[in-house]
T-cell receptor, first 112, second 110 residues
Framework: SQTIHQWPATLVQPVGSPLSLECTVE??????LYWYRQAAGRGLQLLFY????GQISSEVPQNLSASRPQDRQFILSSKKLLLSDSGFYLC???WGRGETQYFGPGTRLLVL | GQNIDQPTEMTATEGAIVQINCTYQ??????LFWYQQHAGEAPTFLSY????GLEEKGRFSSFLSRSKGYSYLLLKELQMKDSASYLC???????????FGTGTKLQVIP
């Protein structure tokens, strides 16, 4: 069966510090991978998606970046966090033309 | 770009039926998802529609009209545990990009 992992579960970081969030998927190959952010009480904002190793599509120009160094690994990074980066970060995957998008447990980030 | 609209909040009574609407304006439509999200948790998949018509899964049904850019999620025999946010998401662009609406917060009252 397929499993998606995210870590850490919770993170508190000072403004201006770097960020690295990791997402890994088990039990599937060549998935489409997604990073979303959800601000408190708001909907999901698509940040990045990837259809393969090294292939990243950016949806929102900002101080975040994403990388896909391996087929089942998706990393979200920042060199300098802003207060507005606080939120609930969710990784998700779909296999090809699959009919279900699966979400990881999420990372709750608070920037102070 | 995509424009996906849902009502912000709804209230319904336990045991009743509620319909949550979603309208969208997109190019390259390739399917519509519905998710349930309880506070503080990740979304969980409810349904997927790619063709026009009604898909039924137990107490939950989802309808799609591609020509009208319209979908709804129907919840029957409401239970208190159905209090959650319901998210509509549209897939476009060669089965790659999935974009969410703002979500509808449903409160079920006794």
């Amino acid at each position: 069966s397929q499993t998606i992992h995210q870590w850490p579960a919770t993170l508190v970081q000072p403004v201006g510090s770097p960020l690295s969030l990791e997402c890994t998927v088990e039990g599937t190959s060549n998935p489409n991978l997604y990073w979303y952010r959800q601000a408190a009480g708001r909907g999901l904002q698509l940040l990045f998606y990837s259809v393969g190793i090294g292939q990243i599509s950016s949806e929102v120009p900002q101080n975040l970046s994403a990388s896909r160094p391996q087929d089942r690994q998706f990393i979200l990074s920042s060199k300098k966090l802003l207060l507005s980066d606080s939120g609930f970060y969710l990784c998700a995957w779909i296999w090809g033309r699959g009919e279900t998008q699966y979400f990881g447990p999420g990372t709750r980030l608070l920037v102070l | 770009g995509q424009n996906i609209d849902q009502p912000t909040e709804m209230t319904a009574t336990e045991g009743a039926i509620v319909q949550i609407n979603c309208t969208y304006q997109t190019s390259g439509f390739n399917g519509l998802f519905w998710y349930q999200q309880h506070a503080g948790e990740a979304p969980t998949f409810l349904s997927y529609n790619v063709l026009d018509g009604l898909e039924e899964k137990g107490r939950f049904s989802s309808f799609l009209s591609r020509s009208k850019g319209y979908s709804y999620l129907l919840l029957k025999e409401l239970q208190m545990k159905d209090s959650a946010s319901y998210l509509c998401a549209v897939r476009t662009g060669g089965y790659q990009k999935v974009t969410f609406g703002t979500g509808t917060k449903l409160q079920v009252i006794p």
